[in-house]
T-cell receptor, first 117, second 115 residues
Framework: AQTVTQSQPEMSVQEAETVTLSCTYD???????LFWYKQPPSRQMILVIR??????QNATENRFSVNFQKAAKSFSLKISDSQLGDTAMYFC??????????????FGQGTILTVHP | EAQVTQNPRYLITVTGKKLTVTCSQN?????MSWYRQDPGLGLRQIYY???????DKGDVPEGYKVSRKEKRNFPLILESPSPNQTSLYFC??????????????FGPGTRLTVL
């Protein structure tokens, strides 16, 4: 069974500053994918960034980047130059690429991020 | 417009009254899935479907049924709803077998209240 843990229920940051959201996971598989999803007050789920476990290079999407530590099973999200529109709940998620868990997607509990002007 | 639609968006019902939440996607996606979102628990997968006539249990399937008779539709059925099924429900779809590689597109959510 796979698990995803987000230990920060809430975070806040000033506009233009940098913030890091934490995520740890557990799986016995070697081939998997990790994601960060954003859920603004509109409730729409939006993919922010994804990381393939077999890639050592950390994924980057504009102001969003991850710090993927495979041995430590850690997958944190860094948001640079925070904007008011980044205010949302952020979910970390894991899916296994094969085996009996193929197709399952496990989410963390979520972190509410508030960006202050 | 490429999208995942869910109906109804809001529903208040009573214990034991069977209901169906519909989900439809117009992107010819193979993979579809249902999640429920509860405070402090994040999203939990209920059922997923890799393709037509293929469905599998997620982490919280008890009390729910699904069917995938055609590619575009993946309804969620609550045969006898109970108050602990009060939640926000999301349907999602993605292009291929490997849901991880392909981005999941989410529907707008259905807020269900069971009294």
């Amino acid at each position: 069974a796979q698990t995803v843990t987000q230990s920060q229920p809430e975070m806040s940051v000033q506009e233009a500053e940098t913030v890091t959201l934490s995520c740890t996971y557990d799986t016995s598989e070697n081939n998997y994918y990790l994601f960060w999803y954003k859920q603004p007050p509109s409730r729409q789920m939006i993919l922010v960034i994804r990381q393939e476990a077999y890639k050592q290079q950390n994924a980057t999407e504009n102001r969003f980047s991850v710090n993927f530590q495979k041995a430590a099973k850690s997958f944190s999200l860094k948001i640079s130059d925070s904007q008011l529109g980044d205010t949302a709940m952020y979910f970390c998620a894991l899916t296994i690429a094969g085996g009996t868990s193929y197709g399952k997607l496990t989410f963390g509990q979520g972190t509410i991020l508030t960006v202050h002007p | 417009e490429a999208q995942v639609t869910q109906n109804p968006r809001y529903l208040i019902t009573v214990t034991g009254k069977k209901l169906t939440v519909t989900c439809s996607q117009n992107m010819n996606h193979e993979y579809m899935s249902w999640y429920r979102q509860d405070p402090g628990l994040g999203l939990r997968q209920i059922y997923y479907s890799m393709n037509v006539e293929v469905t599998d249990k997620g982490d919280v399937p008890e009390g729910y049924k699904v069917s995938r008779k055609e590619k575009r539709n993946f309804p969620l059925i609550l045969e006898s709803p109970s108050p602990n099924q009060t939640s926000l429900y999301f349907c999602a779809s993605s292009l291929g077998w490997l849901a991880g590689v392909n981005e999941q597109f989410f529907g707008p959510g259905t807020r269900l209240t069971v009294l």
